[in-house]
Structures are given as structure tokens and as C-alpha cells.
């Protein structure tokens, strides 16, 4: 169940960020795109934690610390 959710939150995530690069585009939707950041950052912290978990579940022998680590550690590198 977690893999399936965790799969389906991120197409639709995807598809909204393509609709806020849209949105992006117009000068006059400020208040709109700030709405949709929020709606969005606020969506994407419930993921979070299926995220940790499966990365714990996908790397068994290694501890949760060091598997939670490397994932958050490549989130930092990606978003550079």
C-alpha cells in the first residue's frame, strides 16, 4: 500500500508543478502561485515520511539513521 500511494503522490506532484510553472508565467497570479506553493509544500511534508519508510524497508541490513540520512542527504544534492 505504501509503495502505491508513495507512486501516485509523486505523478500527481509532478503534474502540479508543471501547472505552477504555467501559472508562473503571469505576472498578474502572485497570489494564486504563493496559494499553490504553500497547497503544494504542505502536500508534499505528508509524503515525507512514506519516503523515510520505504527507504528503511528497501535497505534492510543497513540501519534506519544511516538509510534516512542518505535520503535526505541526496534531497540536498538534487536540489542544488
Same mark, same amino acid.
Given at each position: ?25 503571469? +505576472?498578474?497570479?502572485? &497570489?494564486? *502561485?504563493? =496559494?499553490?506553493?504553500?497547497? #503544494?509544500?504542505?502536500? !508534499?511534508? +505528508?509524503?515525507?515520511? &512514506?519516503? *523515510?519508510? =520505504?527507504?528503511?524497508?528497501? #535497505?534492510?541490513?543497513? !540501519? ?6 542518505? *535520503?535526505? =542527504? ?7
Amino acid at each position: 500500500m505504501g509503495v502505491a500511494a508513495s507512486v501516485i503522490i509523486t505523478c500527481m506532484r509532478k503534474e502540479w508543478f508543471v501547472f505552477m510553472l504555467q501559472v508562473a508565467q503571469y +505576472a498578474e497570479l502572485e &497570489v494564486i *502561485l504563493a =496559494l499553490l506553493c504553500a497547497v #503544494s509544500g504542505l502536500f !508534499g511534508l +505528508a509524503l515525507y515520511p &512514506v519516503c *523515510l519508510e =520505504l527507504s528503511v524497508e528497501c #535497505s534492510f541490513p543497513i !540501519g534506519e539513521g544511516t538509510a534516512a540520512g542518505f *535520503l535526505v =542527504l541526496s534531497g540536498f544534492v538534487i536540489s542544488v
